[in-house]
């Protein structure tokens, strides 16, 4: 069965501190893993998006590494902000890109 | 980045009625929409796939007598919630895939969100 697992549930870090979410997945066949940034009330948009010979990719504050050996991928924030405060939701896609596995997400705060 | 709209944002109506959600990409023709539902604290969970010209596919549990789903265009797809119940409430989340992304690229954009509430 297809699964994506974020660690930890939720976080509150200050503003101006770095942190880092995790996410390990076991889905197959594996076309590419995203993180979202979901406020609340609001749909998820889009951070990042990586294929399996993608080890890192960066979208300004936010830095995703992938793992595909290990399954493993992690979303680095840094330089946290008020405005980071959200949900971020690992996703992995199969199929195309047509079947979407979605994590629990890691209830992020920052708080001054 | 592709922009799919929702519509309306928010809806309250009594038990019983019909509620309708409409899912439509901006600037770009979807073959196909999905419908998403989540509940508070919880993950995004699909509902069903809707291709343009065809009838929806439901996943395992989702009642489809309940949820109408009509892809009538490439660029708008409705979700009816019939005879809505309070159980019914909840955030649902359209997503448009854009066939010209290929399998490498982001293919699935998200709406913003239909906040329903039945009272």
């Known amino acids: 069965k297809n699964q994506v697992e974020q660690s930890p549930q939720s976080l509150i870090i200050l503003e101006g501190k770095n942190c880092t979410l995790q996410?390990?997945?076991?889905?197959?066949?594996?076309?590419?893993l995203r993180w979202y940034k979901q406020d609340t009330g609001r749909g998820p948009v889009s951070l990042t998006i990586?294929?399996?010979?993608?080890n890192t990719k960066s979208n300004g504050r936010y830095t995703a590494t992938l793992d595909a050996d290990t399954k493993q991928s992690s979303l680095h924030i840094t330089a946290s902000q008020l405005s980071d405060s959200a949900s971020y939701i690992c996703?992995?896609?199969?199929?195309?890109?047509?079947?979407?596995?979605f994590g629990t997400g890691t209830q992020l705060k920052v708080e001054l | 980045g592709a922009v799919v709209s929702q519509h309306p944002s928010r809806v309250i109506c009594k038990s019983g009625t019909s509620v309708k959600i409409e899912c439509r990409s901006l600037?770009?023709?979807?073959?196909?929409m999905f419908w998403y539902r989540q509940f508070p604290k919880q993950s995004l969970m699909l509902m069903a796939t809707?291709?343009?010209?065809?009838?929806?596919?439901?996943e395992q549990g989702v009642e489809k007598d309940k949820f109408l789903i009509n892809h009538a265009s490439l660029t708008l797809s409705t979700l009816t919630v019939t005879s809505a119940h309070p159980e019914d409430s909840s955030f649902y989340i359209c997503?448009?895939?854009?066939?010209?992304?290929?399998?490498?690229?982001?293919?699935?954009?998200f709406g913003p969100g239909t906040r329903l509430l039945v009272l």
């Open positions: 997503s448009a895939r854009d066939p010209m992304a290929g399998a490498w690229g982001e293919t699935q954009y």
């Open positions: 996410c390990n997945y076991t889905v197959s066949p594996f076309s590419n």
């Open positions: 990586m294929t399996f010979s993608e």
């Open positions: 996703v992995v896609s199969s199929g195309g890109g047509n079947k979407l596995t």
């Open positions: 600037d770009f023709q979807a073959t196909t």
């Open positions: 809707s291709n343009e010209g065809s009838k929806a596919t439901y």
